[in-house]
């Protein structure tokens, strides 16, 4: 038997091209296997690829990197030595970003000019993948070989119209920023503009060497192909055996933090999802608050708010807990998001548990914000002191007669409202303050001891003691108080400070315990009316005990139709039965009430 594999071309070298036709028409006509000629024809084609000077690695025209044409590179190195590199376009930067529109303006620029890439129709030496073709027999052998970067033809071996590169080598601006983190430990990491250290690296292996240098010559090229490719393969043996240099130390989680940021305000830039947290919704928060920070330092809370706004808004009930339980820090990541839904959230729970964290909101938002909140908590109180006028207003009547109960008519009857005003009264108003202690007497004491220890010379003791005295007093009080001086000294101090205004957190609790059908047993109990009746022992009995608290019943029935208003809720969160709250949650906030809403509509991004 003879083997196809073995035999072949030394069969078409004796025999000639008509042998090797008619042994293939001879194993098409007995079903022979195929396996021969196929590896005979897939050897023809693979020794016709070229990979004369040919290339592993070509740098790619995408984010992070646009190495063909990004103009704004971003190195963001930090102290461990870990780093990212941006090289991204001027104008998607400035348009989502004041701070690069600013910067990279005339007044501010500090671009470089740097040559720019070579145009596709511009002529360039020949590279990787040059098909070269012979023209048939009567034409001109003229060879031409198209190239990946244009066509050249030559007759006598020279180039036709070649131009001149250096003059139309075309140029363009390029911006180099880098992470300044400043020289106290109190400055904010900031990126800050630099001076072109040179053109960039332009690594087109995949081994990290310099391009290989092409040549026309067939034998020289082939030659040189070998050169580099030895070259290749000994420099990675010996970058993965010989170069053991010691790796960057792990980056601190600061650090972690910082990258991420970082690249997640780029990434939005570019229409990429940010990474951040999908499962831990406290995690998510942190992530999402630094991401906030880093995007109004630079002026992009216009772009990266709504995607932190829908990242967020993924966790639906989870969030609306969470909203509840913080609600001054979800306030201000709902300001710097622009998220209508969680500003709505979140102010709701900060109204109604007002004047709690006034300080801390104070200090962290705007005028704008502040007068909002306390535009809504007057609207709140307003409504809470008409509704409370109309509780202290509720009354009994004489079923017989129609008019309302009074001590003179209906004495039981009145004694019912009258329990049930004072309950009111005692709920909605704050305990009075301690009286304030007695002044001590420690001038008559001292006085005395002086008199005691000098009675030799009191005469002129006494006369300097009240002069002294009356020169103090005079110092200490207007001239026109005189000798009353004294006696209005000791008069302010007993004065009663003014009645303080109840937090509408308190008020919230009563309004709750009047408005909830669960809570209708929670105050005025049967304990209750039966240890108020008794006070009265003419008037205790269980008959007259029953018809007391059918008559509290009464009394609560119409206080729940009269806080009604104060029941509604305007959160996502639903509320069973306000179990969950113990503060008013009827706050509306409309399109108007967002601080970043302009005139008619529009949003405003201060």
Known sequence: MVSHHGDGPTVLALRGTSSAVEASDRRRETG???????????????????????TSFVPQNEFPVFSHSGDVEILVRLASGHENRYLLHRHTLTRC???FEISTSNEWSRAQTVPENTPPSLPAPPTAGAIEGVKPAGASQQLTRIEDQGIVGSNDGGAVGKPSSASLTPVKK???????????????????????????????????GPPPSHSSSRHHSSKSTSHSFFRSVANLSLSSSGNHAP???????????????????????????????????????????????LADQYDALAVVGPRVDHHMLQFQSRLWKQIAKYPISYLRLGYLA????IFQEALVHVVGQWPAGERS???????????????????????????????FRLTLTNRSSGERVSPGTNYLDWLAV?????????????????????????????????????????????????????????????????????????????????????????????????????????????????????????????????????????????????????????????????????????????????????????????
Not at 176 to 202: A, C, H, N, W
Request: glycine share 8%; aromatic share 6%; proline share 9%.
């Open 32 to 54: 022979a296997p195929r396996a021969a000629a196929s590896h005979v024809s897939s050897r023809s084609r693979r020794y016709n690829r070229s990979h004369a000077g040919g």
């Open 97 to 99: 970003s004041g701070f």
């Open 418 to 606: 009258s329990l049930f005003r004072t309950w009111l009264a005692d709920n909605t108003t704050p305990p009075p303050p301690l009286p304030p202690p007695p002044p001590e007497r420690t001038g008559r004491s001292s006085r005395t001891a002086l008199t005691n220890g000098n009675s030799g010379s009191s005469g002129r003791h006494r006369n300097n003691s009240s002069s002294s005295s009356s020169s103090a007093a005079g110092a200490l009080v207007p001239a026109s108080s005189n000798g009353n001086s004294n006696s209005a000294q000791r008069n302010v101090h007993f004065h009663p400070p003014p009645p303080s205004v109840p937090p509408l957190a308190t008020l919230g609790r009563t309004y709750r315990i009047l408005g909830s059908t669960q809570n209708e047993k929670g105050y005025l109990t049967h304990d209750e009316c039966k240890r108020f009746l008794k006070l009265t022992p003419d008037l205790y009995s269980r008959d007259n005990l029953r018809r007391f608290e059918k008559r509290i019943d009464e009394l609560k029935a119409m206080a729940r139709e009269v806080v009604r208003p104060l029941m509604g809720s305007g959160l996502e969160l639903e509320l069973q039965g306000g179990g969950q709250v113990s503060y008013l949650t009827c706050t509306r906030v409309g399109e108007r009430d967002l601080p970043w809403v302009g005139v008619g509509g529009m949003v405003r991004y201060d």
């Open 174 to 208: 390029r911006w180099r920023y880098e992470l300044d983190f400043g020289s106290g430990g109190d400055d904010i990491p900031m990126l800050v503009q630099k001076e072109e250290r040179g053109p960039p690296p332009t690594t087109n292996s995949l081994f990290g």
């Open 361 to 391: 909101i104070r200090a962290a938002f705007p005028e704008t914000v502040i007068d909002i909140i306390e535009d809504k908590v007057d609207e709140l109180e307003e409504t809470v002191s008409r509704i409370e006028a109309r509780l």
């Open 247 to 293: 790796s960057l130390p792990p980056p601190t989680p600061a650090e972690e933090d910082l990258l991420r940021d970082y690249d997640n305000l780029f990434r939005i830039m570019y229409n990429y999802a940010p990474t951040l947290d999908p499962i831990n919704i406290a995690d998510a928060y942190i992530q999402c608050k630094s991401l906030l920070n």
């Open 338 to 341: 622009r998220s209508k839904v």
